[in-house]
């Protein structure tokens, strides 16, 4: 069965430092793998996502996320944390052996950036 | 700018009482999608469209239906609410059905069930 593994809760970054928010997966063939940020009370911005081509993929508001196909992860990063990065983010992977629109996605992952 | 669109922000109801959810979308997409969000939870995919085909997660509960009368519109039917209910509901829409196509989110409406 396909799955999404983010193993930390909740990170906390000083503004200014760089942060990684981390993702592991495990689906059968080629993985889509996507990542989601929610703010309080608000629905899913889409921030980027890796279909396939290069390793390092770029998006929204300066992330970025590294796909590693031997360590079955798909880490969002950035290179400098900001006050208003501080949300709740989701890594999400397709679903290949069930329903085709299902977006399988991991328990989130709590980034608090203190000033 | 194109974007999707979900009335009421929140709903409240009594339990046992029907309600309806409603979610529009000027992106012209295929593909809808509805999302449930328990709290402190990840969004666990109901049931989508796909144009006019209605495609059914096997374990959504018989209480939650769906309508799409057309392109733009998708309504959220929960003819029975329970208190398990109380949730986040998330519409969602992409161009297509492909697995690599982006899935663009509303702002969720939250139930609330007394």
């Known amino acids: 069965a396909q799955s999404v593994a983010q193993p930390e809760d909740q990170v906390n970054v000083a503004e200014g430092n760089p942060l990684t928010v981390k993702c592991t997966y495990s689906?059968?063939?080629?993985?889509?793998l996507f990542w989601y940020v929610q703010y309080p009370n608000r629905g899913l911005q889409f921030l980027l996502k890796?279909?396939?081509?290069?390793?390092l993929v770029k998006g929204s508001y300066g992330f970025e996320a590294e796909f590693n196909k031997s360590q079955t992860s798909f880490h969002l990063k950035k290179p400098s944390a900001l006050v208003s990065d501080s949300a709740l983010y989701f890594c999400?992977?397709?679903?290949?052996?069930?329903?085709?629109?299902?977006?399988?996605f991991g328990k989130g992952t709590k980034l608090s950036v203190k000033p | 700018d194109a974007m999707v669109i979900q009335n009421p922000r929140y709903q409240v109801t009594q339990f046992g009482k029907p309600v309806t959810l409603s979610c529009s979308q000027t992106?012209?997409?295929?593909?809808m999608y509805w999302y449930q969000q328990k709290s402190s939870q990840a969004p666990k995919l109901l049931f989508h469209?796909?144009?006019?085909?209605?495609?059914n997660e096997a374990d959504t509960p018989d209480n939650f239906q769906s309508r799409r009368p057309n392109t733009s519109f998708c309504f959220l039917d929960i003819r029975s609410p329970g208190l398990g209910d109380a949730a986040m509901y998330l519409c969602?829409?992409?161009?297509?059905?492909?697995?690599?196509?982006?899935?663009?989110f509303g702002p969720g409406t939250r139930l609330l069930v007394l």
């Open positions: 969602a829409t992409s161009r297509a059905g492909g697995l690599g196509e982006t899935q663009y």
């Open positions: 689906v059968s063939g080629n993985p889509y």
């Open positions: 890796y279909i396939t081509g290069d390793n």
């Open positions: 999400a992977v397709r679903n290949y052996g069930g329903s085709q629109g299902n977006l399988i």
């Open positions: 992106l012209n997409h295929n593909v």
């Open positions: 469209y796909y144009d006019k085909d209605f495609n």
